[in-house]
């Protein structure tokens, strides 16, 4: 199993995962392009649909530690640097993430759990192994007039190119934008690009627009890699996990 013990240090909440070993070690992923030793080849040219759009199904992790850790140079107005300051000095207790419920937009993307990218022609499923499944439809509909708030909001997506640009509404307050505790509102826009520049590789730019927070928009640029033999593990956070009390109440 892959266990997460959190840590706090100069008040910054952090996961730890150890990931173990796959359960189907010997079974290589089939359609998967190898070099003359057997292994994944992430450098051949990207899949494409048969309505000829880049595939981007498959196992994903965001490279590095810490994309959304913390957000940084970004300008919060008055009520929302009190929120801020008010999350730091408490250690961060009210964190979803220590209380066992959805992480909202940043699931996934602190590069500790993979998720894995299921695409049609009319809708694209992202697994999160730590997080609620995301449905980003792509049949022309409009976003909710009047959305009931939820974590992971409402996606709907469209292709520009060989781009995938996915805006995302319908957010509730109760989950932080980062692991600091940056808030976002019900407001909020996210705005993502996906573009898959080879076989093992996707260039994902995310943009963030909330007025009653934030002074302007902000955002960042990573990378997912593929990983091309690897599935999901079942991830369970249980109610009352006492090691994740860790911080005054």
């Avoid at 993430?97 to 009319?122: F, H, K, M």
């Avoid at 939820?150 to 509730?172: A, I, Q, R």
């Avoid at 093992?200 to 934030?214: A, P, R, T």
Wanted: glycine residues 8%; proline residues 9%; aromatic residues 10%.
């Amino acid at each position: 199993m892959r266990a997460r013990t959190l840590v706090v240090g100069c008040a910054m909440l952090a996961v730890c995962a150890v990931p173990a070993a796959a359960q189907w070690i010997n079974h290589p992923t089939p359609g998967i392009p190898r070099t003359k030793d057997g292994k994944p080849n992430l450098n051949a040219p990207a899949p494409r649909t048969a309505d000829r759009k880049p595939d981007l199904s498959g196992m994903w992790n965001v490279d590095g530690l810490g994309v959304m850790a913390s957000v940084t140079d970004v300008e919060m107005l008055p009520w929302a640097q009190a929120l801020y300051k008010e999350r730091l000095e408490t250690y961060g207790h009210d964190d979803p993430a220590s209380n066992c419920l959805p992480e909202g937009p940043r699931t996934g993307l602190l590069g500790l759990d993979p998720l894995r990218i299921v695409q049609t022609p009319n809708l694209i499923v992202i697994l999160y192994e730590a997080g609620p499944v995301r449905q980003i439809f792509l049949d022309g509909r409009p976003h909710p007039k009047d959305p009931t708030p939820t974590w992971m909001g409402y996606s709907v997506g469209k292709w520009e190119g060989d781009t995938l640009v996915v805006e995302t509404t319908g957010f509730n307050e109760r989950a932080w934008l980062d692991g600091f505790g940056h808030p976002r509102s019900e407001s909020m826009k996210i705005t993502e690009r996906y573009r898959r520049r080879d076989f093992g590789h996707i260039d994902l730019e995310m943009s963030f627009d909330d007025s009653k927070y934030y002074t302007k928009p902000f955002g960042f640029k990573t990378t997912l890699t593929l990983l091309p033999d690897g599935h999901m593990l079942e991830y369970v956070c249980a109610e009352n996990q006492k090691f994740r009390d860790y911080a005054p109440k």
